[in-house]
């Protein structure tokens, strides 16, 4: 008698990420409570299967789902709201303004939301989000049905959310206490970067971190100017001082690491940090290139972030990935510097193993979350496929995901959401824009 399992999914390719580099042909996943349970060729799979649930992926391929290691998920209702200007100016003169104007948990919540959707539809399953009111964006993580490691932001100066950084961490600490049992939801420390977060403020972001077991995100050499301030008010570059305080390890996500030079590279390979990599948005802020292609040398760890959709203005690791490797192999002189697996592996494992969700997340082996993204291969852009992982990553996009599973569950079917309605999406964004506009205009 056949298995009882509540599904089963058939590919013409599956691309696990573990063990690397693998591509298995026909084969099926099989899926009970939420976990895979097996990975196996077609045959046997119906031989031994009964689920209740079928899923048959002709010309697709099977990736686990993608995991967006930074972002400021409710930022993007200020997407394009001052485009095509220098990061510090666009901060201080635009972005910042208009948080201190509009952010409230009703905007983080609703932004969340639209972010979710985005996400949810280009085969995200988890983001690592950056921003004020935590607590609204995990109640919109956990409506849109996915999976989110939600920072505890801290900073040096008071906001409409806390007052300094001892409220920051407080407040923070209720949210992760509040939501502690729930499955999809997980946490980070993110004092926000070394320019707004002082010595005090990181020994006690340190402590909690070591006391409660949380990885720490932060913004990390993001832009020359950075540096040139860390040296006149320390006397010592970000990365040395957060190595004086103890803050580099494995526990560390530094996000950006634009400007590094080759005593960085190894300080942060050698403490196992690991990197959250943006690239489109450092192109578009015109911060830098990451040296990407030394890092991996010096074996960082190394995710994909999209950053916040203000400053990208897509979240879409597809287009991270291919323009991470693409960045790579122009930088280095190397075509092989990033090749396809390693970019895909960026956008799964690497993201879940900065989290610390590595053993839930990342990758299709049995006994982990059965968070899955299906990407259909029927278009005539994506005709022919010799080598379906180099079609993921140089050749498909985001519009190309068809669906998508959290924890077993479908939230993308044939291209639309089950959880949310995008047109009642589309028309909370457009109120906003228009309580922004209004605001901006006055």
């Known amino acids: 008698m056949n298995t009882p399992i509540d599904l089963l999914i058939e590919a013409r390719w599956i691309v696990p990420v573990e063990p690397a580099g693998a591509v298995l042909e026909d084969h099926a996943v099989a899926v009970d409570k939420g976990r895979i349970i097996a990975i196996l060729p077609q045959d046997q799979a119906a031989a031994r299967f009964a689920p209740r649930e079928l899923k048959r992926l002709e010309n697709h391929v099977l990736i686990p789902g993608l995991v967006n290691l930074h972002t400021h998920a409710a930022m993007t209702l200020l ?19 208009a948080e201190t104007k509009h952010v409230s948990p009703q905007f983080v919540h609703d932004g969340t939301l639209l972010a979710c959707a985005e996400m949810l539809r280009g085969g995200v399953t988890c983001f690592n989000d950056m921003y004020f009111f935590p607590k609204a964006a995990a109640e919109a993580a956990l409506a849109s049905g996915m999976r989110a490691s939600i920072g505890l932001i801290a900073l040096d100066f008071p906001t409409a959310y806390a007052a300094d950084t001892d409220d920051y961490l ?14 999809l939801i997980s946490f980070c420390l993110a004092p926000h970067a070394p320019y707004t977060v002082s ?5 006690k972001v340190l402590t909690l971190a070591e006391q409660i077991e949380l990885p720490i995100h932060l913004h990390l050499h993001e832009t020359a100017q950075e540096i040139d301030d860390s040296l006149r008010d320390f006397g010592v570059r970000p990365i040395e001082r957060l190595r004086r305080l103890g803050l580099l390890s494995p526990g560390l996500i530094g996000v950006h690491t634009v400007h590094l030079n080759h005593e960085e590279i190894g300080l942060l390979a050698a403490h196992g940090c690991s990197i959250a990599h943006c690239p489109s948005s450092n192109l578009k802020l015109a911060s830098g290139i990451a040296p990407i292609a030394d890092l991996l040398r010096q074996g960082a760890n190394i995710g994909l ?3 916040g959709a203000a400053s990208n203005n897509r ?29 895909l592996r960026m956008a799964t494992l690497a993201g879940a193993q900065a989290l610390g ?10 006994g982990k979350a059965a968070d899955l993204c299906a ?11 010799y080598d379906p992982v180099s079609h993921l990553v140089y050749t498909a996009g985001c519009e190309h995901v068809s669906d998508v599973w959290v924890a077993g569950r479908m939230r ?31």
């Open 79 to 97: 997407r394009g709201l001052a485009d095509d200007l220098p990061l510090m100016e666009w901060l201080q003169q635009h972005i910042w303004p």
């Open 305 to 307: 972030g999209t950053d």
């Open 199 to 203: 010595d005090r403020s990181f020994a």
């Open 315 to 343: 979240l879409d690791l597809f287009q991270e990935m291919r323009l991470a490797a693409l960045l790579a192999k122009g930088q280095s002189g190397r075509a092989d510097a990033v090749n396809a697996h390693q970019a």
């Open 375 to 385: 990407v259909s291969f029927d278009n005539i852009g994506l005709a022919p496929c």
């Open 357 to 366: 969700l590595d053993a839930l997340i990342g990758s299709i082996a049995p």
């Open 170 to 183: 407080a407040k923070g600490l209720a949210v992760r206490d509040e939501f502690r049992e729930e499955p």
């Open 412 to 442: 993308v079917e044939n291209r639309q959401l089950l959880e949310n309605n995008e047109i009642e999406l589309i028309k909370l964004a457009t109120l906003w824009q228009n309580k922004i506009c209004s605001r901006k205009l006055s």
